[in-house]
């Protein structure tokens, strides 16, 4: 320790950034404590991406625009005096200290260029911590806060200093950040961060996260007061918290927040939930950061998949879609994070375009007697051979996706007396009986008087299209296929039994996998499809007999492409990385058919396919409730 501490004073501690701070909290604490708490703590990279859009930039627009007009300097000033920074789960101050430096240095550069040439103006920086505001639920990280910002106001003294040779002193400590210990959705945050005339107010962070499955009993009690009257709010990650409240907080007022999200809350059904609520306050997307890896200075790095989302009152001014740190400027920004009309694709239960059904698998409820794994399939079909017909393929996602063997026994009421008539079949229905009677659930208990079957006995009379329900974002289309009549589907997959070729190539199609990336729900960073969010929904335009016959032909150059490497699994087929060239060219004159199906034009990008199939969408739901 004592070496440590040599080692230590050798440092030029002027040169550490008082982010660091939150790295150090979050290597200190322990990493169950850490979840619990959804603290991510970020690099200052990554939080200019919050605060330029947000306000930064605008100011040195406003700086450049004022020249060496004394009267537009001073009003500049004036301005800086009267801003607020608020951030409602602030951590250990990392978003308010960059604000903090970052305003400063506006200041710095105001000032040079009110001295001009001759140095003739003295002004002492009058940007102060008390424009600071915070709410931090953990007491350690809420003081650590504060220490960080009265560091953070050391350094830009010292900085002022180097620039003008003399700067307000640091000593003794006097103003400090207004960082509340508090839980952000129980507070009003109001009392927190005042309202008043003159002030313009940004709300700023990184709130926690954590979607459903990871809530506390209190994080679940927080979110059914924050969206007390709102249907299906279980469903929200816990930050919604954070962007309900701030909404009722600036609305109507001069104030704008931007939040780092992860981007579930622009995807699946979280949209219809949180997104109309924000919307029917007068409120827009000013600018937005689609998704992208969110890392920090941490040791174990808390990288996750996120999103950026800039929330004002409706005006006039430019909107910014950021992908991949390129700027667009946009007429509208919708929830799903793509420009484009603020339209909410709404769950469905029966296809919006003319497409076939698809539905869920076959959900067994059996406390797993009905399935058999290879060497159960192969013992049975050792010691009573008559028991084949009885024994199906059973697969879901992840059996199509890598391959894997899965068996079940498919009874159709005809093969009863057989498959009573042996032995551990018997008692394989037996003990699903007897676990569906000591369900809780009710229809558990109705299932047992036909304890030989799944819930649901969906097969095909020919052949089937299997749509897993799972899939990894790096690929480029999940992986479909056709299976046949003897297949049995598990409720970890979607299937559309007995369908016309075609569809094979209208779901494949990258138009409908850049609809899914839209509107589909995640499992942690992993496409969740959904028959109802994103089939249900897809709008795909009538089409001829014509059409669908030379869709059919791009089908089958697809299958064959596969069949050319029999050895590989369909992970590996579908490898962004390792995608057979053949199979990849294929895919993408498919691709351009199934285009050819809505207009002659080629799309160019993703996003303007997007911003077609929204447009679609929003004429075709239109007509449907006109009729």
Not at 148 to 154: G, I, K, N, P, Q
Request: with cysteine.
């Amino acid at each position: 320790m004592r070496q440590i501490i040599i080692e230590c004073g050798t440092l030029n501690w002027k040169e550490i950034n008082p982010d660091i701070f939150g790295s150090m909290i979050q290597a200190v604490v322990h990493s169950d404590q850490r979840g619990a708490l959804g603290m991510h703590y970020t690099s200052v990279t990554n939080i200019m991406k919050v605060i330029e859009p947000l306000f930064l930039n605008v100011l040195y627009k406003e700086l450049k625009k004022a020249g060496t007009s004394k009267t537009k300097l001073k009003k500049l000033l004036t301005r800086l005096r009267n801003i607020r920074i608020f951030d409602p789960a602030c951590g250990s101050g990392n978003f308010l200290i960059i604000a903090y430096k970052e305003l400063c240095r506006l200041e710095i550069e105001i000032i040079k260029s009110l001295q001009g040439p001759q140095k003739s103006f003295n002004f002492m920086s009058n940007i102060k911590l008390s424009q600071f505001y915070g709410i931090e639920i953990d007491d350690f990280a809420h003081e650590t806060a504060k220490l960080s910002l009265w560091l953070a106001e050391h350094q830009m003294n010292m900085a002022f200093q180097e620039v003008f040779g003399e700067s307000k002193p640091t000593l003794p400590l006097t103003d400090g950040g207004n960082i509340v210990c508090g839980n952000a959705t129980r507070i009003d945050w109001e009392e927190v961060c005042h309202k008043d005339e003159g002030h313009e107010i940004y709300i700023l962070g990184n709130p926690p996260y954590l979607g459903s499955a990871m809530q506390s009993k209190g994080q679940k009690a927080d979110l059914a007061q924050v969206f007390a009257g709102i249907k299906n709010y279980k469903n929200i990650d816990y930050i919604g918290c954070w962007f309900l409240l701030g909404a009722k907080y600036i609305h109507q007022d001069n104030a704008q927040m931007a939040f780092v999200t992860t981007n579930s809350i622009s995807q699946g059904e979280q949209v219809a939930i949180l997104w109309p609520q924000i919307f029917s306050l007068g409120l827009e997307i000013g600018f937005a950061h689609q998704s992208f890896k969110w890392t920090n200075n941490a040791k174990g790095n808390a990288g996750v998949t996120c999103a950026i989302i800039g929330i004002r009152n409706k005006n006039k001014n430019q909107k910014l879609l950021f992908n991949n740190n390129i700027s667009h400027m946009v007429k509208n920004i919708n929830a799903y994070l793509t420009k484009g009309q603020n339209s909410i694709v709404l769950k469905r239960r029966l296809p919006l375009s003319a497409l076939p059904l698809m539905t869920y698998g076959n959900k067994a409820v059996d406390g797993g007697n009905l399935i058999l794994s290879v060497n159960d399939r192969k013992t049975l079909l050792a010691d009573y051979p008559q028991s084949n017909i009885l024994a199906r393929p059973f697969i879901g996602s992840s059996e199509y996706i890598r391959g894997l063997e899965r068996y079940c026994l498919w009874i159709k009421d005809d093969h009863l007396p057989l498959a009573q008539s042996i032995p551990p079949i018997k008692e394989r229905i037996k003990k699903v009986k007897e676990m569906r009677l000591a369900s809780k659930d009710e229809g558990a208990n109705k299932m047992a008087s036909r304890s030989h079957q799944f819930r649901e006995m969906k097969c095909a009379k020919e052949q089937l299209i299997i749509i897993p329900s799972v899939s990894s974002e790096r690929r480029e289309y999940i992986p479909i296929g056709f299976l046949d009549s003897n297949t049995v589907i598990s409720n970890l997959a979607f299937a559309i039994y007995d369908p016309p070729t075609y569809i094979f190539a209208v779901i494949s199609s990258r138009l409908h996998m850049t609809w899914v990336r839209a509107v589909a729900g995640r499992l942690e960073t992993r496409i969740r499809y959904s028959s109802a969010l994103c089939y249900n929904t897809f709008p795909f335009p009538d089409i001829s007999e014509k059409q669908k016959t030379a869709l059919e032909d791009y089908v089958f150059a697809v299958l064959d492409e596969r069949e050319q490497h029999p050895e590989k699994t369909m992970a590996q087929l579908y490898d962004p990385d390792k995608m057979p060239d053949d199979l990849r060219q294929a895919h993408h004159a498919m691709d351009l058919a199934v285009e050819q199906c809505y207009r002659t034009k080629p799309f160019t990008s993703d996003e303007e396919r997007l911003e077609y199939l929204f447009k679609l969408y929003e004429e075709m739901t239109q007509a449907e409730g006109a009729a």
